[in-house]
T-cell receptor, first 115, second 111 residues
Framework: NAGVTQTPKFRVLKTGQSMTLLCAQD?????MYWYRQDPGMGLRLIHY???????AKGEVPDGYNVSRLKKQNFLLGLESAAPSQTSVYFC??????????????FGEGSRLTVL | KQEVTQIPAALSVPEGENLVLNCSFT??????LQWFRQDPGKGLTSLLL?????REQTSGRLNASLDKSSGRSTLYIAASQPGDSATYLC??????????FGAGTRLTVKP
């Protein structure tokens, strides 16, 4: 029972490099989310998706892009990494709100360092 | 603006004590509220989920209450144990697709 899986778990980048974080869920959830967590600031929403082929901006979307080509996968991309993007990134998913409780399930996190 | 606040930021108690963690939120028109636990370097584990129509939820030694009119939720932990030491996060979903988090309360239970 995998739940929400994030890859990679750790990554070090140089300023200006690009990378993609992959989130995969096996619970057939419609909704998927990318958050970042910084010390003392809680989790902030970057982008989210309410279904395959749809994405939307969250609270802190600048510098990130996302894609949801398949229902089970949600990709977070950094086109040109900056030191301010050093953070721990969490993916989460939930069922469609109207028909379910909306309980959020999280992955283990991906720690990204930008030098 | 929809915001979630958790006070205190850190709490230290001796083993066996009952304790209360607080969460407050702006805009009472919430969809649900969820309490999570996070251990250092780990992901978030869901503890309790309260729907907007509910007043409280219980799981073992944990009890979460919700008072929408005052914009508050509390997480009560009975007979605390050292294994309860972790950061506790409150998250609120309003009637949109966004879920906002508080900064968390770091709990230390001393043996």
């Amino acid at each position: 029972n995998a739940g929400v899986t994030q890859t990679p778990k750790f990554r070090v980048l140089k300023t200006g490099q690009s990378m993609t974080l992959l989130c995969a869920q096996d619970m057939n959830h419609e909704y998927m989310y990318w958050y970042r967590q910084d010390p003392g600031m809680g989790l902030r929403l970057i982008h989210y998706s309410v279904g395959e082929g749809t994405t939307a901006k969250g609270e802190v979307p600048d510098g990130y892009n996302v894609s949801r080509l398949k229902k089970q996968n949600f990709l977070l991309g950094l086109e040109s990494a900056a030191p301010s993007q050093t953070s721990v990134y969490f993916c989460a998913s939930s069922y469609w709100l109207a028909a379910n409780t909306g309980e959020l399930f999280f992955g283990e996190g991906s720690r990204l360092t930008v030098l | 603006k929809q915001e979630v606040t958790q006070i205190p930021a850190a709490l230290s108690v001796p083993e066996g004590e009952n304790l209360v963690l607080n969460c407050s939120f702006t805009d009472s028109a919430i969809y649900n509220l969820q309490w999570f636990r996070q251990d250092p370097g780990k992901g978030l584990t869901s503890l309790l989920l309260i729907q907007s129509s509910q007043r409280e939820q219980t799981s073992g030694r944990l009890n979460a209450s919700l008072d929408k009119s005052s914009g508050r939720s509390t997480l009560y932990i009975a007979a605390s144990q050292p294994g309860d030491s972790a950061t506790y996060l409150c998250a609120v979903r309003w009637n949109n697709n966004d879920m906002r988090f508080g900064a968390g309360t770091r709990l230390t239970v001393k043996p």
